[in-house]
């Protein structure tokens, strides 16, 4: 009878949602409705029928369900298309409301055989300094680099195929093309590798394996973006568009080996073994490692918490004239004695997802450096060292609108950063729209400040304790990955 009666009212409630129907149609739907109850009636005598004979409960379930079968035909039969007159049309949907209950993303989106996806984006901007700085270039920028410029920041294709142990299948692998103005700056520094040019553009380049160990061991083999610091590479990710200094100052990517084991539903703990920091080739036979921990108590709140070792000392320097063989393309001569001092980077970053539109962030590091670990022979053995921290706000006034704070302070006394021996602040105010699902405009302010002279202006000369810049961002992306990239 259950069935029965779900049946009836979806006869009942289900029809067109045109608000008028023809005459025809209204009596189509009254001789259903009537031929409805007519079954209903019978199917509750067979039912008294066969629970008075101790016809078993099997028999009684199978004949209730060929009624049932019988209301669904005609269900089908009511639900088809009739004629009617036209409907009345309603208002489309907000771009607010269809933002916040999206479609379903069509099984060809980015979406390859397998399971992998393949995923494009494109970066761009314009922005203009205050300052009018020599060559349009902003100060102490690594994405937002230039002033006065209609820029490409950066475009990138990316191939991802996530394990997925519950198929039986428990590797993968992810790579990362990148171009543009962010790539330059951020990948293949000659000064930390000795042949940057050949991994510039491979920004990742990974092969992932789940060790059946416990509830699996995360093991990654190649080059990774840094987690370090709680901004990222895609700006589509980040509350603001431009990077703060602690992003711009920390390590952005590392070849080598990697491991991550969820101990339980709160903690989660890391191992990185790699050749150094924005090193694809080392510069030494030191390995850094890197120790880590993600705390999250609850869904709303996130806690990471890293300690890095490493030494960025270089062992070997350029030559000319090698007359032994070598790699193709270098010629390196030893340097003797080698300094051995070592970089740690204590570094820890959290979120808080207030409410449902507020998210809260906070981030703190301690970065000290020594050229050599004991007495050093040109007396340059003292430690110099970077520390302070930064904050954001984030407040989501609809599915598509957003306004995002950053405030910022930076402590380099031995120049480990800038060059210069100062106090670094900044406060940035960021307005997000989504002109789309898939395209977002950012409209940024930001305030850079100095205890010294540092700013570069016009003239070169008369350097300035602040620098102002306002732009406006526009990023694109497609592809079957979801969440942030």
């Known amino acids: 009878m259950f069935e029965v009666t779900a049946v009836l009212m979806v006869l009942t409630f289900g029809g067109s949602p045109a608000k008028a129907q023809s005459q025809d149609s209204s009596a189509e739907v009254e001789r259903l409705k009537e031929m409805v109850m007519d079954l209903q009636r019978r199917v509750a005598a067979l039912e008294a029928e066969r629970g008075s004979s101790g016809s078993p409960a099997g028999e009684t379930g199978q004949s209730g369900s060929r009624a049932a079968a019988a209301l669904e035909t005609a269900a089908l ?57 020599v060559g349009r270039v902003n100060d102490l920028r690594a994405y937002d680099v230039l002033s006065n410029v209609f820029s490409i920041n950066q475009t990138g294709l990316m191939f991802d195929w996530e394990p997925d142990p519950a198929a039986h299948r428990r590797y993968g692998f992810r790579v990362d093309l990148q171009f543009g103005q962010a790539t330059e700056t951020l990948q293949g520094n000659p000064e930390n590798e000795p042949r940057p040019e050949i ?30 610091g709680i901004e990222g590479n895609y700006t589509k990710d980040q509350m603001n568009y431009s990077r703060s200094w602690y992003f711009y100052f920390l390590p952005f990517y590392h070849a080598g080996v990697r491991a991550s084991y969820p101990v339980n539903r709160w903690l989660t703990a890391n191992y990185w073994i790699v050749n150094g920091t924005n090193q ?19 869904t709303a709140v996130s806690w990471t918490i890293n300690s890095y070792l490493g030494q960025e000392n270089p062992d070997a320097t350029p030559a000319t004239g090698c007359t032994i063989p070598v790699q193709p393309g270098l010629c390196l001569a030893p340097i003797s004695p080698a300094p051995n001092g070592k970089l740690h980077i204590l570094d820890s970053y959290a979120t808080w997802q207030a409410s449902r539109k507020l998210e809260l962030a906070g981030e703190g590091d301690y970065v000290v450096n020594r050229k050599w670990a004991n007495a050093a022979p040109d007396e340059s053995s003292a430690p110099v060292h970077v520390d302070g921290g930064a904050a954001y706000v984030q407040y989501q006034f609809t599915p598509r609108r957003a306004l995002a704070l950053r405030s910022e302070y930076l402590s380099d006394p031995d120049g480990l950063f800038s060059g210069a021996s100062q106090a670094l602040k900044e406060v940035t105010g960021s307005y997000k729209y989504a002109l789309a699902d898939n395209v977002d405009v950012f409209l940024e302010y930001r305030h850079d400040w100095s205890n010294r002279l540092y700013f570069v202006t016009s003239k070169p000369a008369s350097p300035r304790a602040y620098q102002d810049t306002a732009g406006i961002g526009l990023v694109w992306w497609y592809g079957g990955k979801q969440g942030a990239w």
């Open 280 to 298: 694809s080739e080392p510069t030494n036979g030191y390995k850094d490692e890197m120790f880590g921990v993600v705390l999250q108590p609850t």
């Open 199 to 228: 991994y510039r553009n491979i920004f990742q380049a990974y092969g992932t394996y789940v060790v059946p160990v416990g509830s699996g061991v995360h093991v990654d083999v190649g080059k990774w973006a840094s987690s370090l």
């Open 77 to 133: 039969e009511l639900r088809s298309p009739t004629p009617a007159a036209p409907a009345e049309i309603s208002d489309p949907p907000s771009a607010d409301v269809a933002q916040a209950n999206p479609a379903p993303a069509p099984a060809s989106q980015g979406i390859l055989p397998g399971g992998a996806t393949l995923n494009y984006y494109l970066d761009g901007y314009y922005e203009y300094n205050f300052n009018d700085p």
